[in-house]
């Protein structure tokens, strides 16, 4: 029998066999029967909500992040807006963020009335730009919210300088980054305030849900309250000193992250290394399998960075490869894979264009690196086959554009 070269086969998208029968996604959970059981339990005990599983929970993701306090939300979305409020932002002030990211980052700051400010990324990680959020700063600025694109963790370093020498405070926003480790330290305990999410293709999940580690007390303090109303105590301190009595001290929501979803992220939690380990294999074999095609530019790993991998973004080079970037993703569509763009940089939405003024042009690497970037299917649930899969993919689709052009 004779192999057909991956380049000569018909594509999906022109009536040829797809690599695969079904959509491998480009993120999903992965749940057990120990996930399934923890939950089980929790909703027959006493407590569906402000009980003993929060507490659990937020102390084990502290202890892994190695901050002192652990503060549970509603989704990573609350955990941003709660460290936009402790952070003190408010109306006439300013934060600064990377476009490239998703509208939540910056949509904490005008929840509180600010203003956020972009700063273009660097071309290599498509994290901020240290030195370019240093020209935005103003006697306005309150915040920066660095991001860890894709998992791997922003400069962090020269942020905390800027913040120290300008008496900003750092939200970083390590969504895709649990598990990423900077210059051999632990996410989760470097910026002033670190807000992760546990939405269902994250590296651990609770359906919906968020955290924000600190060291600071006074922020954990004001963490907690702001996801209770601005209350000062919850219904389980008052329940068992048998008290009635609360006090609203400042306003706030309900943004509590449940007893069902915290012994979900508890166990969760235990797979943690699982997780991180399997997505670095993946990461792996991608780059092996992938470091020979000219056309890809693959993400590029610092040395004082070990990534967490929530996705792995490629780059096409448009200049030598002759296919625009929508053409080779509904070709791996075809395909049975389930690639994504991540993200369309915020200031280009319509709220953010119509609602400031931004016409395109404002943050160059960011917009270039939009243009070409393909996400691959990336999650520890991944099958050796699966991999298999996606390699193929990519050769087929993109041997064929390289040959055409
Ligand atoms: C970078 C980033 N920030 C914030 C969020 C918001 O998190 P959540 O979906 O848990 O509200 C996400 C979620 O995908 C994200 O990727």
Redesign the pocket.
């Known amino acids: 029998m004779t192999v057909t070269p991956a380049s000569r086969e018909a594509l999906a998208i022109q009536g040829g066999p797809p690599v695969r029968k079904t959509l491998l996604p480009y993120g999903h959970q992965s749940i057990d029967e120990a996930d399934i059981q923890a939950v089980v339990e929790t909703l027959r005990s006493d407590w569906l909500t402000t009980g003993p599983r929060v507490a659990e929970f937020e102390e084990a993701f502290a202890t892994r992040t190695g901050a002192r306090h652990a503060v549970s939300f509603s989704?990573?979305?609350?955990?941003?807006h709660a460290a936009a409020f402790t952070a003190g932002l408010k109306a006439g002030d300013e934060a600064i963020t990377s476009p490239l990211?998703?509208v939540?980052?910056a949509n904490c700051v005008l929840y509180q009335g600010a203003v956020p400010i972009f700063a273009d990324v660097s071309p290599d990680t498509l994290n901020l730009d240290p030195e370019k959020a240093a020209a935005r700063i103003t006697c306005r600025t309150r915040a920066i919210l660095p991001?860890d694109y894709a998992g791997h963790p922003a400069d962090l370093d020269p942020v905390l300088e800027l913040a120290e020498r300008h008496g900003l405070v750092v939200i970083e926003?390590a969504?895709?980054a649990l598990g990423a480790e900077y210059k051999g330290r632990q996410v989760g305990s470097l910026s002033h305030m670190t807000?992760f999410?546990?939405?269902p293709?994250?590296h651990i999940t609770t359906g919906?849900?968020?955290m924000v580690t600190t060291d600071n007390a006074k922020f954990a303090e004001t963490l907690c309250r702001f996801r209770n109303h601005g209350i000062s105590s919850d219904a389980r301190q008052r329940q068992s000193a048998g008290q009635w009595h609360y006090e609203m001290v400042s306003l706030g929501f309900n943004y509590r992250l449940t007893d069902i979803a915290c012994a979900l992220g508890s166990q969760q939690l235990k797979k943690l290394e699982a997780n991180l380990a399997q997505r670095r294999k993946i990461a792996e074999r991608y780059t092996a399998a992938f470091r020979e095609i000219p056309k890809l530019v693959l993400p590029a790993v610092r040395q004082n960075a070990n990534p967490a991998w929530h996705l792995f973004p490629i780059r096409l080079d448009g200049v030598k490869l002759k296919a625009e970037r929508a053409q080779v993703f509904r070709a791996l569509r075809a395909e049975n894979i389930g690639v994504n763009v991540h993200y369309i940089p915020v200031h280009r939405h319509p709220y953010y264009s119509e609602r400031f003024g931004y016409r395109g042009g404002e943050y160059p690497v960011a917009e270039d690196a939009y243009e070409r970037l393909i996400s691959l299917p990336m999650f520890h649930g991944m099958s050796d086959q699966d991999v298999e899969d996606v390699i193929r993919a990519v050769d087929k689709v993109i041997s064929h554009f390289r040959d055409a052009s």
């Open positions: 989704s990573g979305t609350a955990a941003l990211t998703f939540a980052t991001v926003d969504s895709h807000v999410s546990f939405h293709v994250k919906e849900g968020g």
